[in-house]
């Protein structure tokens, strides 16, 4: 079965910094792709990041380039998202993903309120 465990999440203030985990088990992760995808509240899925399945290649979105870093241990079979310069719109419920012509599997996600 394949499960995406994100941990991670939590208060933060404005300018600070957060690392985001997720935990993958039930495929070989070194064979897919990743990606991470946030939803602030009332508001609709916005993707954050992708990384190839070597980790040789990543691409991010417009909103957090040069303040997020993706990357992904996989001895560890995990992916990450180190998160600084944190400002109050990236309030957000982060979700990892496997991508698979598509995102065929999500995480249950992993809340990070920027706030002071």
């Known amino acids: 079965e394949v499960q995406l465990v994100e941990s991670g999440g939590g208060l933060v203030q404005p300018g600070g910094s957060l690392r985001l985990s997720c935990a993958a088990s039930g495929f070989t992760f070194s064979s897919y792709a990743m990606s991470w995808v946030r939803q602030a509240p009332g508001k609709g899925l916005e993707w954050v990041s992708y990384i190839y399945s070597g980790g040789g290649s990543s691409s991010y979105a417009d909103s957090v380039k040069g303040r997020f870093t993706i990357s992904r241990d996989n001895a560890r079979n995990t992916l990450y998202l180190q998160m600084s310069s944190l400002k109050p719109e990236d309030t957000a419920v982060y979700y990892c993903?496997?991508?698979?012509?598509?995102?065929?599997?999500w995480g249950k996600g992993t809340l990070v309120t920027v706030s002071s």
């Open positions: 993903t496997r991508e698979n012509y598509g995102m065929d599997y």
